[in-house]
Nanobody
């Protein structure tokens, strides 16, 4: 069984930065694609960024967010810069039993509990 635990969320002013971390335990995930999703109030959960054999980003975060991973620590990061109020959401980490990240949340096998990110204007 795999457990994913996110951390690093918080409140920040527009234009600020945050770095989210997702620590995995239970099994090494160096072979798995990992991704970040987010869900704002009243909206569906959406893909933000994924990393595996390739990296991919949602158009709304390209150039502002960077996903990375440290396989030795079994941890994935999301560096978020130039944050906007519309980035406010609960951010979730997910793992996929394949090496290429996809944008469909239904493909992911493991999920973290989420961490709140609030960006004030």
């Amino acid at each position: 069984q795999v457990q994913l635990v996110e951390s690093g969320g918080g409140m920040v002013q527009a234009g600020g930065s945050l770095r989210l971390s997702c620590a995995a335990s239970g099994r090494t995930l160096s072979w798995s694609a990992m991704a970040w999703f987010r869900q704002a109030p009243g909206k569906e959960r959406e893909f933000v960024a994924g990393i595996g054999y390739i990296t991919k980003y949602a158009d709304s975060v390209k150039g502002r967010f960077t996903i990375s991973r440290d396989n030795a620590k079994n941890t994935v990061y999301l560096q978020m810069n130039s944050l906007k109020p519309e980035d406010t959401a609960v951010y979730y980490c997910a793992a996929l039993s394949r090496s290429v990240p996809v944008e469909s949340e239904y493909e992911y096998n493991y999920w973290g509990q989420g961490t709140q990110v609030t960006v004030s204007s």
